[in-house]
């Protein structure tokens, strides 16, 4: 699919949304991560598998900022991010979503992904009332469409479903024009009818948006991913495109209970 291509146009350019390097992270003596090396093309949808405790979470916090990686380095963009604190990398275009909510119920959906995109501008500090042309309330609107929340625009956060909740924090993550996005089981506590919108949201993200997705719904992973990074007691265990990872017999026998259908 797109990785191998496109990875070997970029090679030694330097042009990759994400570059890690030798990424460890360890928690007294036990490893959570050892050695990950994962290099990800900018626009670039990917897709991070594995059981409970392969590590895929401790990847993300390591990316993210939310904790320094015990060894090994990180670019975004080129731009070695490492010691980087969260807000700085936020400030880059980096943005993630986490496996448990984290909303303001008070708000509505609209002023909710306002503030988010308010909150990421030169004038988040202003206190003066958004004008009729404010382009945060424009890209607010845009958000609200594209993640199918417009026609609930005036709810409160509070009243709404789980399944909207989800579709939310993808709406806060779009704010302010992210680069690359880390989406954290987005699937997780989903009805079938709101896997399927959630499948069509992610396929109609802006294309030069990359992703890595985690995500413990193979289906929806595997439709919504160029490349699957498999992930096994802290260590990349397999790679390939997402029609490999579903015939490979390991993967299958390992994380598909010996067939997947």
Do not use: W
């Not at 994400?18 to 949808?45: K, N, P, Q, Y």
């Not at 503030?115 to 009729?132: E, T």
């Not at 789980?162 to 997780?188: K, N, S, T, V, Y």
Request: charged fraction near 25%.
């Amino acid at each position: 699919m797109a990785d191998n291509a496109l990875a070997t146009r970029l090679e030694g350019t330097g042009a990759y949304a994400l570059d890690l390097d030798g990424v460890a992270r360890h928690f007294g003596a036990l490893v959570a991560l050892s050695g990950i090396s994962m290099r990800i093309a900018a626009g670039e949808r990917r897709a991070v598998l594995g059981s409970n405790g392969a590590g895929k979470t401790t990847l993300f916090n390591a990316i993210t900022g939310d904790f320094m990686p015990t060894a090994g380095r990180i670019r975004f963009f080129g731009e070695d991010i490492t010691d980087l604190p969260a807000h700085e990398r936020i400030r880059r275009g980096l943005r993630r979503t986490y496996q448990i909510s984290q909303l303001f119920g008070s708000l509505s959906i609209l002023n909710a992904i306002y503030l988010a995109c308010r909150g990421v501008s030169r004038r988040r500090f202003s206190l003066l009332r958004p004008r009729a042309d404010d382009v945060n309330m424009a890209q607010a609107e845009l958000i609200l469409r594209a993640t199918h929340l417009d026609d609930d625009r005036d709810r409160l956060v509070a009243t709404l479903s789980h399944g909207q909740q989800r579709q939310l924090e993808i709406a806060l993550a779009l704010a302010g024009a992210p680069r690359f996005i880390l989406f954290d089981e987005p699937a997780a506590g989903l009805s079938p009818t709101e896997r399927r919108d959630l499948v069509g949201i992610l396929r109609g993200l802006p294309r030069h948006v990359g992703y890595i997705i985690i995500e413990h719904d193979l289906d929806v992973a595997l439709r919504v991913s160029d490349y699957v990074s498999m992930m096994h007691n802290g260590r990349l265990f397999k790679e390939g495109t997402p029609e490999e990872i579903e015939r490979d017999p390991q993967v299958q026998e390992i994380y598909l209970g010996g067939g997947h259908g």
